[in-house]
């Protein structure tokens, strides 16, 4: 007989688990009738007719866990005038010490709202898509959204030139195509307030500021401000297949998901903040496994090639032009790896101590080599 820990709440037993379980299912199948006009659009979707009829007669779930966040992925088995049909639900619980205050509350808002903008800015493109939030309650803690039945990018049976283009494409319509100058006093801050933080000598902080200072005065000409997404790496990335309505064929949909950090208020973002988020792990996974760059170099070079696709069709400019001075990819994921081992500090402490240093050691390594300062990633 198998006993677990569950949080703060010290031992449980099986007989116990089974019944949260079971509960947590009857809260989900409530729940889920109240999305009876979301179940008969997918109907409509699905055949064609809008049905007058739906009747849920189950549902299954798995949960996944966040840091402030449990999601439960939810699949709805219900009938129709139609048939019988699945429909998809993404329901989100914020933990209790993250909510139970007046700003906490604030922050499922906020989620919903954000959320909201990103999916109207993303609706005229059938290709890339984020799931639609479809009901807040911020006294329960609960956000609900369409849910999504694809792979995410690590899981995805696809070539990884290809999906790296396709997500590469995604952010760039995420970012759009207005031209605008980048925030550097916030970049100033950020990255002064994140070497300061961080466990290690005032000699080797005063060392990385110094490596950091020249990265940033690259950008003072540049125009590559945007609206970013905030937290774009590979797990909030999923692509699915569907019919596009305008070609009548089979495609591949890029979906971001997850857009609790993005603010359309935010216009002077870098757009390599959002690259450098992406391959920060990869390129400290590499670096430690290997020591090279050479897989996350080729990686880069297919995300930055769809990138450049979208751009140039809405702008007639690639990175390269907004960038004049050169692309800042060494500076951003060297601020990725600093800013991840500080998160590391504050979870585990010195039991995160060997990725700690590793993180800051890579950083160290590209601000002095510069490796990604010479890509070459566009088409001959």
């Known amino acids: 007989m198998v006993w677990e820990k569950s949080g703060e709440e010290g031992i449980i037993g099986p007989a116990e688990k089974v019944r949260r379980a079971q509960h947590k299912k009857n809260v989900l199948l409530a729940l889920a009738e109240n999305f009876q006009g979301f179940l008969a659009g997918e109907v409509k979707k699905e055949t064609g007719i809008e049905p007058h009829l739906i009747a849920i007669h189950d549902v299954n779930f798995v949960a996944k866990a966040g ?31 993250e909510i139970n205050t007046n700003e906490g509350q604030e922050k499922v808002l906020k989620e919903f709202e954000r959320a909201l903008g990103l999916y109207r800015r993303l609706e005229g493109y059938e290709k ?29 049976p696809m070539d990884r030139n290809k999906k790296a283009q396709l997500a590469g494409h995604a952010l760039a319509i995420i970012h759009g195509s207005t031209i605008r100058a980048i925030d550097i006093e916030r970049l100033q801050k950020l990255s002064a307030i994140t070497v300061i933080k961080l466990p290690i000598s005032k000699s080797k902080k005063e060392e990385l500021l110094e490596l950091i200072k020249p990265q940033i005065s690259l950008l003072e000409n540049s125009s590559g401000g945007a609206m970013a997404f905030g937290d774009f790496h590979a797990n909030n990335v999923m692509f699915s297949t569907g019919v596009s309505e305008k070609e009548k064929k089979i495609e591949e949909i890029t979906w971001v998901i ?48 769809g990138y450049d696709s979208f751009l140039l ?20 994921i060297a601020l990725g790896n600093i800013t991840y081992a500080l998160d590391l500090f504050y979870q585990k402490g ?22 990604f300062s010479s890509l070459k990633y566009r088409k001959k």
């Open 258 to 305: 997850d857009p609790e950090y993005f603010d359309p208020e935010e216009e002077h973002i870098c757009r390599f903040e959002d690259i450098g988020i992406f391959y920060t792990i990869p390129t400290l996974e590499e670096y430690i496994k290997f020591g090279t760059l050479y897989e996350v170099y080729k990686d880069i070079e297919a995300f930055l090639q």
């Open 313 to 332: 069709q809405e702008t007639c400019m690639n990175l390269e032009d907004l960038y004049p001075e050169g692309i800042p990819l060494d500076f951003h």
């Open 67 to 97: 840091r402030s966040a449990r999601v439960n992925l939810v699949n709805v088995n219900f009938r129709s005038e139609q048939g019988i049909h699945k429909a998809s639900l993404a329901v989100k619980f914020f933990k209790e010490r």
């Open 128 to 156: 890339v898509r984020t799931p639609k939030p479809l009901y807040n309650n911020p006294a329960e803690r609960v956000i609900v959204y369409e849910g999504i039945r694809g792979h995410s990018y690590l899981e995805v």
């Open 350 to 371: 010195d039991k995160g101590r060997y990725i700690i240093e590793k993180c800051i050691k890579t950083a160290e390594e590209i601000l002095r080599k510069k490796p």
